[in-house]
Each structure stands twice: as structure tokens, then as C-alpha cells.
T-cell receptor, first 115, second 115 residues
Framework: ETGVTQTPRHLVMGMTNKKSLKCEQH?????MYWYKQSAKKPLELMFV???????ENNSVPSRFSPECPNSSHLFLHLHTLQPEDSALYLC??????????????FGPGTRLTVL | AQSVAQPEDQVNVAEGNPLTVKCTYS??????LFWYVQYPNRGLQFLLK??????LVKGSYGFEAEFNKSQTSFHLKKPSALVSDSALYFC?????????????FGKGTLLTVNP
């Protein structure tokens, strides 16, 4: 997964903490995505950014706040999370926003545990 | 609304035997269909996709998938399984006529190849 990197790989936080997840893609893509992966459930799309502009917010609670300063970087700011938010958070990118057949390239994910 | 079903949570096969991982989809228009694989502690990796044309699609690592429009299926196949193929497999669908970039994933199928 050298194309899309995510840090940290593991994160444990309390419900009152504030933390951020970072994603960087080295593929020259223009679209970036945040997904949530919980056990035995389909991947849930959270946010989509095209050319740094947010184009989709999939009814995500406001305790998750994305930021996309440029086409290569994507952040997910976390605050006052709940234990049910514990999951693997995956970042992905794709080449062109208008080319829907483009496959997405995924990072390794951040394993988040909320105590 | 589009949906993807992977009817088997788990598939077990012996090394050297053929494998099939099942997927059915529901989209309002013509589908783009994808298979991804996830190894432990890794992000999803693209295997293959169907956009248009030949119903039999060949992908990475000897995998192939057959698009069947009448059965709305896109089953993943490999003629001879390897122990290293053991992983979590995800089918995904996208509406080719849709205006967003939303990939809908199935819940995943855990493939175990026994030596």
C-alpha cells in the first residue's frame, strides 16, 4: 500500500479526547474517500472529496469532521466519540471524479478503539 | 437504492480445487462491478472490474469473474486455489448512470483455502 498511506495505524482514545486521522495519497488522484469498516457489516462510505471539495456526506454524525487541504491529503478529525465508533477507518483515492469506472485505491486503515 | 449481496459469510476450499465466491447486485441502471480483496491488517486491494463488453473478466492473481445480467450476478472464480488466496473478499457495485461516485459494498466473504 505505498500508494495510499494512513497514520496512525492504531489509535485508542477516550470519549472526551480529540484526535485526527491522516491520509496521504501519492498517486496523483483527485478524489479521496473515508470509509468505516465494522465487523460483519458492509463498508460504509462516510465522505467524498473531489478536487478538495466535499461532494458527499453520508449522514455522518458531526463528531466526525473531515478536512481536505489539497488533493493529496485528507484528515478525519474526531471528538467526543462513542464506543460504537470503534472500527477500522479506511481512506481511498481514485483518479478522476467523473470517471465512475475508476477503481479506488485503499490505504491500510486506522484501527480505532474508543474506550 | 443500490445493494450488493454476498450470500456466504465464509467459503472453505482445499488447495488446488476451484473456488467460487458469490455476489449478486441491484442497481437501477447498468452496473459497474468490482472485486476487492483484503488481507489481514491491510486495506482493500483491487482485483478486477466489469465495465462493459465481454462478460468474463480476468484480473490479478489468476482470478476471474463472470457478469450475468439476467441473474444480476458477478461471481468471483479461480480454477485452482492457493493457500495464499485466503483473505476477505468484497464485491462492489456502482450505477453507471448515477451522478455520484458511491460504491456500494457487500458484507464480505471470508475465503479459507486449506492445505
Amino acid at each position: 500500500e505505498t500508494g495510499v498511506t494512513q497514520t496512525p495505524r492504531h489509535l485508542v482514545m477516550g470519549m472526551t479526547n480529540k484526535k485526527s486521522l491522516k491520509c496521504e495519497q501519492h498517486l496523483g488522484h483527485n478524489a479521496m474517500y473515508w470509509y468505516k469498516q465494522s465487523a460483519k457489516k458492509p463498508l460504509e462510505l462516510m465522505f467524498v472529496y473531489n478536487f478538495k471539495e466535499q461532494t458527499e456526506n453520508n449522514s455522518v454524525p458531526s463528531r466526525f469532521s473531515p478536512e481536505c487541504p489539497n488533493s493529496s491529503h485528507l484528515f478525519l478529525h474526531l471528538h467526543t466519540l462513542q464506543p460504537e465508533d470503534s472500527a477500522l477507518y479506511l481512506c481511498a483515492s481514485s483518479q478522476e471524479p467523473g470517471h465512475q469506472s475508476d477503481e479506488q485505491f485503499f490505504g491500510p486503515g486506522t484501527r480505532l478503539t474508543v474506550l | 437504492a443500490q445493494s450488493v449481496a454476498q450470500p456466504e459469510d465464509q467459503v472453505n476450499v482445499a488447495e488446488g480445487n476451484p473456488l467460487t465466491v458469490k455476489c449478486t447486485y441491484s442497481v437501477s441502471g447498468n452496473p459497474y462491478l468490482f472485486w476487492y480483496v483484503q488481507y489481514p491488517n491491510r486495506g482493500l486491494q483491487f482485483l478486477l472490474k466489469y465495465i462493459t463488453g465481454d462478460n468474463l473478466v480476468k484480473g490479478s492473481y489468476g482470478f476471474e469473474a463472470e457478469f450475468n445480467k439476467s441473474q444480476t450476478s458477478f461471481h468471483l472464480k479461480k480454477p485452482s486455489a492457493l493457500v495464499s488466496d485466503s483473505a476477505l473478499y468484497f464485491c462492489a457495485a456502482q450505477d453507471s448512470g448515477g451522478s455520484n461516485y458511491k460504491l456500494t459494498f457487500g458484507k464480505g466473504t471470508l475465503l479459507t483455502v486449506n492445505p
